[in-house]
Nanobody, 107 residues
Framework: QVQLVESGGGSVQAGGSLRLSCTGS????????VGWYRQAPGKQRELVAT??SYANSVKGRFAISRDNAKNTVYLQMNSLKPEDTAVYYC??????WGQGTQVTVSS
């Protein structure tokens, strides 16, 4: 079964940028179906981005892309805000999740 591994999280100040990576251990038939989610402490997990849509809270700041040759999906996050602090996960059908990567944005 395909496994997903996220990387690229870290701590940044508000206004900074990070790029998250989601790499499949096996072949992902269609990288277009991979999505990015996040879960902040005490909150429900929410969808951040797919190849065709973004959460309103990140539109214009985040960008999702893929590299088929590397079997990797990226999430470029710019103009980060403290409210972007969360554990970020990537996911692909059927119900495959990565372990998550922590993003912390300080004011």
């Amino acid at each position: 079964q395909v496994q997903l591994v996220e990387s690229g999280g870290g701590s940044v100040q508000a206004g900074g940028s990070l790029r998250l990576s989601c790499t499949g251990s096996g072949s992902i038939e269609n990288l277009n179906v991979v999505g990015w989610y996040r879960q902040a402490p005490g909150k429900q997990r929410e969808l951040v981005a797919t190849m065709i849509s973004y959460a309103n809270s990140v539109k214009g700041r985040f960008a999702i892309s893929r590299d088929n040759a590397k079997n990797t999906v990226y999430l470029q996050m710019n103009s980060l805000k403290p409210e972007d602090t969360a554990v970020y996960y990537c996911s692909a059908p059927p119900g495959i999740w990565g372990q998550g990567t922590q993003v912390t944005v300080s004011s």
